[in-house]
């Protein structure tokens, strides 16, 4: 809540009851909660009229992570068996899937309570259990979106802690070339063992890890490993094609910084070129552009104009969302991290719309979501010869 309200100006009670349920799941029983906390911390300030919510008036800072206030705040407060418990199960499951009844000795709790807040993070969407080698392995959707039961079947044949070594390895160097791992047996300066290094390549070859590539001039195709993409809860489907963009704009400064064709144009500072993209919206002529660079044309990041010869500059396309690929970029080489993806961008129009907008978005993703009627073969050629007479 505090991540999509933050910049805003005054919101409807009424808009961001529905806003709150259709986006972010909180439903109208609990927003007032919600909200309580929010005020205490001085995110917001609530205009009542007696007992009832009337206006939000948003003050979270502009700068600062929303995350501070709320550690602070927790670490002030006594949370319940079950709040501990539900946040405990979430924490061991970020990193890596797990067997249940490790961790569930692993956490030592009672076997009624462990039950309750599985129930609990699974009824929400944040967990899922899985059945594989014959255990239940739970892993959460909100950190891995691809190719779970390739995940679950690793955790269960044994591998979940070189696993979280592996993706913990990764996430501190996004965006590093395989061919480089596999020759050094390292990254970027920690080594990896032989059989963590088969890990990544099955994470790979399974589609767990989905790493961007960039074809050479001798034809041969270098991968760029990243960490699993979020799940739904965590990137949209508009989040989700930023989140693409950033990756390639990391793989090719890392193409530059790591696989140098020829030596003089090494990229010796990959935030250095992003930030120049950024602010520049161009990045230097070199006679490597053209391949380097070719991923982020046809992701419609920018594009290459030749200056002369073989030599292409790259130019952006100036847009926001390109804009927040960069930043996003910048963030993965920095921190490893996301930066914004977590914000949906249709939830914050709809925060400073009215409620007759809200209700036609809700509306409208209720209808996408119903079953479509299959038309018959002489309505689907009408409807066909329809479309062709309008072209």
Wanted: charged residues 25%; glycine residues 6%.
């Amino acid at each position: 809540m505090a991540l999509h309200i933050k910049g805003l100006g005054a919101i409807e009670y009424g808009v961001l009851r529905q806003v709150s349920d259709h986006f972010f799941d909180i439903p109208a029983v609990a927003l007032p909660q919600v909200l309580d906390v929010l005020e205490e911390i001085e995110y917001l300030t609530l205009i009542k009229s007696g007992k009832s919510i009337k206006t939000i008036i948003p003050s979270v800072p502009h700068f600062d992570s929303v995350y501070v206030k709320i550690d602070e705040y927790l670490s002030n407060e006594t949370l319940t068996e079950h709040e501990q418990l539900a946040i405990a199960i979430l924490g061991e499951l970020t990193n890596k899937p797990e067997k249940r009844d490790t961790l569930f000795g692993r956490l030592g709790a009672e076997k009624k309570l462990f039950k309750r807040c599985e129930n609990i993070v699974s009824e929400s969407g944040l967990v899922l259990s899985k059945r594989a080698r014959g255990q239940d392995i739970l892993v959460s959707p909100i950190y891995f979106a691809d190719n779970l039961d390739a995940l679950v079947d690793m955790a269960a044949a044994g591998g979940a802690t070189r696993v979280e070594r592996v993706l913990k390895l990764i996430g501190q160097s996004q965006g590093w070339p395989l061919s480089v791992i596999e020759k050094r047996g390292e990254v970027d300066g920690t080594k990896i063992s032989s059989e963590e290094l088969n890990i990544l390549k099955s994470l790979v070859a399974d589609g767990v890890l989905k790493p961007p590539s960039i074809n050479r001039p001798n034809s041969t195709s270098e991968l760029f490993v990243f960490t699993p993409r979020p799940g739904n809860k965590r990137l949209n489907a508009g989040n989700r094609e930023v989140y693409e963009r950033a990756m390639g704009l990391v793989a090719a400064v890392r193409k530059g910084q790591l696989l140098p064709e020829p030596e003089q144009y090494r990229i010796r500072s990959p935030t250095a070129i992003l930030s120049a993209l950024r602010d520049k919206k161009y990045i230097g002529t070199n006679s490597e552009a053209s391949h380097q660079y070719r991923n982020l044309v046809s992701l419609r990041v920018g594009k290459l104009v030749n200056t002369s010869g073989d030599r292409f500059q790259l130019q952006l396309i100036d847009t926001p969302e390109n804009l927040r690929a960069i930043d996003e970029a910048l963030s993965l080489v920095r921190t490893g991290q996301m930066s914004q993806s977590s914000v949906d961008d249709g939830a914050r129009i709809a925060l400073s719309q009215d409620e007759t907008y809200v209700q036609s978005v809700v509306s409208s993703s209720k209808f996408r979501a119903s079953e479509k009627l299959a038309l018959k073969p002489d309505e689907q050629q009408e409807v066909d010869q329809l479309l062709l007479d309008l072209k």
